[in-house]
């Protein structure tokens, strides 16, 4: 049963590439102060601002559409 486990993990230690089995990565990137996101937020007045209006504007669409559509069908319902 051993020798069975041994094979199988042999086989997938030689199916990864290289770069895998050492665990290096292809970005390198300085953990510093205002380093350490994709993005800046040095000023936290205009990364409050630009989160907001992010989010805002995600989460209005479905909202919108619903009233969208309800004031469509309100619409058709009053023509019959």
Known sequence: MSTLLRATARTTMLRQSPAAIKGVRGVHIE???????????????????????FLGFGFSIPILAAGYQLRKAAAAASEA
Not at 35 to 48: S, T
């Open 31 to 53: 953990n510093t102060v205002y380093n350490n996101m994709p993005f800046q937020y040095r000023n936290k007045k205009a990364f409050a601002f630009k989160t907001v209006a």
